[in-house]
């Protein structure tokens, strides 16, 4: 079964997140619109360029409400390093989530058992909890911001506009559907 | 735990394909890559939008040698008629799949059990039938056929060149990384 | 153990009928008496002249104060555009339910699980809920409605008239039998 | 799941045929078409009418080479008695089946167990001991051989033409239907 | 384990009794004596003649105050016919009671599964419900009436006379013995 | 279920027989007919006077080719002294079985756990070890003889004369009767 | 686990004592001190010599307030003719307890369950129903009362004497020991 | 269940003997007759007292073949510093056996688990491993070496002697008994 | 799971202590620091050296308000005669606790079941009763008593001062950390 | 049960040595000594100053034949880093051993579940893959690897010296001890 619409488990642990070790829950997506993004480890290759695309696109992301967190199944004091150490990653402004117990690879269904390490998987949840897009990859294989920002907008329309669906490739601005019984057999 | 990396289960079903009846399973997809692309209900509001964007698309595909199933739960009779009904679905030059029986939507982890209808589910799957990319959507947020394009030249990439990665946002032509010891800790 | 005199489980899903989607439940069964009438698939080849048969005896049906549904494993969308584009099917008056969740197949036995479609099964059910025959077919083999109405006059006779019996290939206006001691070891 | 399509499981019991007991058992029905009428209880009151509407229709079924067996849960004796002292069951050419241990009722899902007797069922098997066509009543409710000739005649039509089906109300002599590509969604 | 001094298990069934069918239960076995008398089928061989054995003693019955009943697991419709026409089973003047869901027969151990026939079983109920003496024959050995009216007195006497025992071939008038200390070992 | 026509369990014992003490198993009870008696307890009341019956009636017994064998659950050795002490016993020149174990009385279903004795059983066997009928009754209430020899000969009877039954209160030189089609329901 | 420091299970038999038949219960030992005998069976060999041993010194075991059993699995009937028939058992004037139940021999763990009779086993029970002592045998190997008798006489002492344990082959006169820490590794 | 007439379990231990420390188990006790002498530890009170008894006797065990094993649940250490510490212990020249692990104490059932020790339990044990007779004594209760000679001579006897028993309180010289038919009832 | 964190499970025992036997539990470890020091076996050979060691460093062990538990599985018996005969062991001053029982080498997981004997072990346990470390040998080889002492005062200094961390090879007087972010990645 | 005297479990995983990335199993720990050192995270308090002691102690580890292992639950990745800005932990020449499956934690029984993180924890592991020692602490209390030293040399002692114990606090050149029977308690 899809984690579509189902509300996040409950989990907590810490982040490193502006200069602080900060807790992180379940409790703390609830209220705003949050993106999470797992990827395998601190201190690689791909998980640098792709933590440096989300924090070149925070400031829309903030503009749209929604946090970003990054997930490894690092520690928070490798996170800490990493931000330190790392160009790239010491751009980032948001949360680097440590999951040393696995427990959030786990409730997402990204864990890899025989590595210890998380797949490439990026979440978008309501402030509700309930997670709406799900987006899974072979690890060598990474992932677009722009198309993250694409689909939490069309989420955030949806949710504003009940009643209304947005077509294909639809961004913000595009025309949406208003399904009727009109339409049925007639698109 | 997720899809990633593990092989299509057997199926056995029937798809509407340019003007025929024809068979489909797991041994179609062996041999070329495979996008799967799960959608509600035929003669609906987004779907014959997306089927259009894949359409529109399909040359792209063609060229690197993939093909795309469209996949519902409706038989391919209903398929049949959308295909002459629907002036969007009526472009579609590749197989639209029924699946009565729901072992697709199942397999795949896309059923919704109390609609009896798929999740817009998105699926690249190399010529071995292994799993490398999924993306699953709450129904009312359609996809864009351009990421998943680029997520298959992505999967092919890395296919074709084993030791390297691509980065962030990588689309064909850009850099990839070849991951190595120095470069741990350094990006 | 036969379906006969047992209740109608509770099911719920959505149906075409006279220009609308309406809501069908074990509910809406109650308080008059109905017939359905299972069949494989929309579109195909002897389902419509079964639909249209219905249709041509849906008067007297109604008469004697019986609603007929008709209900396949396609959606309510299909049913739509089924009655929309079949001549036969589009003498329909009465609901078009669809069972995409199989529920209602698998409740009165019916389904064909490798083919994810219905048998052709009739079922007379009185005001209460209670199922009073139930005749089914190979596909290949279709049903005759005047027999169905001959049943449902027969179902009706016995509900109105406690204490007799309809005889053989009775029909309205010939004569009943009442059980009585007298007669045991006599007809 | 309904019975149909499956073979008819093994059974062994005595039946009155003929001035004679015989033995009747599943290899009985092999190789010819058979119809089991199964009805309550010998001495009562709708039976006798149905047997004699059997005996009635007994020649037509010769002619399609069928055999027609009824059948109660009474023993053989009974049988014997009634057919001499019934003047309607007296007309039965064709043999009289006690079911004294439930085998047959049960396994053809017409045994009502408050009572130890069967329901009215009516069951059309071909010559490989496949079932075809089921018929079950409450036992208020009688049947019409006419009816069941009528099933007869279109599930031995479509055993001999393979690629037809007998649409609604089909009766010898009427058209019939070859499914094709062509027809979907066009009657 | 033995049904003796066990009290009769509950059920429910009806009698052909003096030209009425009648319910009978484990409730009618209350307030009197009863000797159940088991036999395998209506119309048959031995059975009439052991009818007609109880017929011939039931006076004798009736002045111990003992109620007979002839059970098969025939119907009570059997049971009417079997009363008219045997001349022997048309002495009957007790009930005839049909079990033809073979709940008594299997609640007395005289079931015989592979024929849905009684095994020849005699019971000696007492008011209270409580089984006193069992006497089961293969089908082919017919019983004697006058020792059950023996045995039967002689469970009078004892239920009359505390502390007496009947000795071996005791009939009534015959001297009984009363248990006591001093006859241990010297009878 | 009935011991009726089921074959002796396997047990193994000793019995005081004419000053002796022999084994007795079911294999001592396969070649001839065989009358097994339980009784409750040595030196009692009712079971001298059951074990002088027998012995009186044992001549005729003998002349049948018949063995009686009186079982409680008492030692061989209190037995012996039975034989010794009791007039009545003292006739007895057939085995008395001990049965110290409860393995002959579980068997036969005569034992009572709560006291560890026998109830009165009388159970015919045949030569090849198959029970034919069997006789129990509450311990206040003793056996007749003749009676068992009145079985015992009916069925000898219908053993030699396979085809025969013998009718109510049948005894030697008496009638019996050929079951026929032409009996059936004429008696 | 031992019998020993555990309390005797309940149980309710017969017993054969001064020309009555009493009851016989685990609560029949407290109050008193209970030597409980038991032994194979009635009528033997060893047994009268063991029951006249135990009469022999019974005057003392009365001195000591304690109360002999003999147990074995016949009857209290047996029993009473033992007693009448055997010069050795007739002396005593103690209980002879019936088991057929073979509920004590069992409890005590002496049971033979292939032979259905006790092993020789010898239990002393304090006034509480408390297991102090025990001793079993093979069958062909009798005891000693006056080995029995030195143990409830020590049994007694350290009830009577809590903090003094009696040493090795001590009798009543002889010296006891108190333990100390200082005789810990003195003695 | 009795441990009379079982064979001895494997066992693997270590005993102090002569001033040597050797292994000892069950296959030891094969092939001459066996004394286990089980008390509750070393360096008490009552146990030197019982080990000397031993000690006294030991001469005529072993003219009789025997060997005596004394067991406690503690060390074959602390055996060795008993037997030099302990001028009781000190006499004996027989294996004091250590049982730390508590497999004999359990094989024999005389553990006390909430103390980690034995109970003062004597066996005699053939030269085959069968365990003759049994004893065991709440722990302040000794025991009388004297009476395990008397049994142990008479277990020998009637082993060398098949066909006799020894009568209570039988010692060596006196009579024994042959049990025959003659003999039942008489003593 | 490691023990170290949990809670001291309940026990129960006796010691050998300054000349008296006392009870030792788990309540006797709460208020105060306790050492708990398992070893093989009294009267053997390194176990000596080790009592020794704790011996000569009581003292401090004293100061530091710890009490030290020497446990073997002997009993406490043989503990005082080890005290008395043993030069090295006579100088222990604490409880030499017996555990014949094997309740608590199970409960710290020391046990040895096929030796019944103690693997050597020292645990700190905190005056909550929560073990701070552990420390197994196989059992040819010893522990240093100053070692446990060097743990012992680092496991006191952190519980008085919370917040702080013992270095390795911190001993008292050493200087100590104090995590915080600033620590992080920079020692 | 402890770990003492059991195999290493089979493992595999991947450590930093010498600036390289290897892999390490249990085959790797097999042919020489070695010393798994446990401890909670990489870039943390204690951890390094840890990993110091034991560089400054690796000549002599190495003189002893010994490798050194550090494991924590992080990266291989981490390591490198670690190695890098960590003063202290860039003198270590010995694997930094990456656990982040958990399976070595878990394997010696040191994983802190509701952290992720590893316990404190040193095994000494001879040369065939059994563990001889094990210390375990609360992760705020460190160790000094001097004791290891210790430790490792009187295993490696006794290894080549069988027969022969290390006393308390034995360090190379100091005498050891011959195990005897002149030695059980004389020490």
């Given at each position: 079964?899809?984690?579509?619409?189902?509300?996040?488990q409950p989990f907590s642990t810490t982040a490193f997140h502006n200069g602080k070790f900060v807790p992180v829950s379940d409790a703390s997506l609830?209220?705003?619109?949050?993106?999470?993004?797992?990827?395998p480890a601190a201190f690689t290759f791909n998980c640098p360029t792709e933590?440096?695309?989300?924090?070149?696109?925070?400031?829309?992301?903030q503009k749209l409400g929604a946090e970003v967190y990054i997930v490894t199944t690092d520690t928070h004091f490798s996170h800490k390093v990493w931000?330190?150490?790392?160009?790239?990653?010491?751009?980032a402004k948001f949360p680097l989530v440590g999951d040393p117990t696995h427990q959030l690879t786990n409730a997402f269904g990204v864990h890899i058992p025989?590595?210890?390490?998380?797949?490439?998987?990026?979440f978008i949840?309501?402030?509700?909890?309930?997670?709406?897009?799900?987006?899974?990859?072979?690890?060598a294989i990474a992932r677009d911001m722009k198309e993250t920002?694409?689909?939490?907008?069309?989420?955030?329309?949806?949710?504003?506009?009940?009643?209304?669906?947005?077509?294909a490739k639809w961004n913000d601005g595009a025309k949406t559907l208003t399904p009727s019984l009109d339409l049925v057999g007639k698109i």
């Open positions: 079964m899809s984690l579509i619409n189902t509300t996040v609830r209220g705003e619109w949050s993106v999470l993004v797992f990827m933590v440096e695309d989300a924090a070149d696109n925070y400031a829309e992301f931000h330190e150490t790392s160009p790239a990653v010491g751009k025989e590595e210890g390490l998380a797949l490439r998987g990026t949840i309501n402030p509700e909890g309930v997670i709406k897009t799900a987006e899974i990859h072979d690890n920002l694409r689909k939490l907008k069309a989420a955030q329309f949806v949710a504003k506009n009940p009643g209304q669906v947005c077509p």
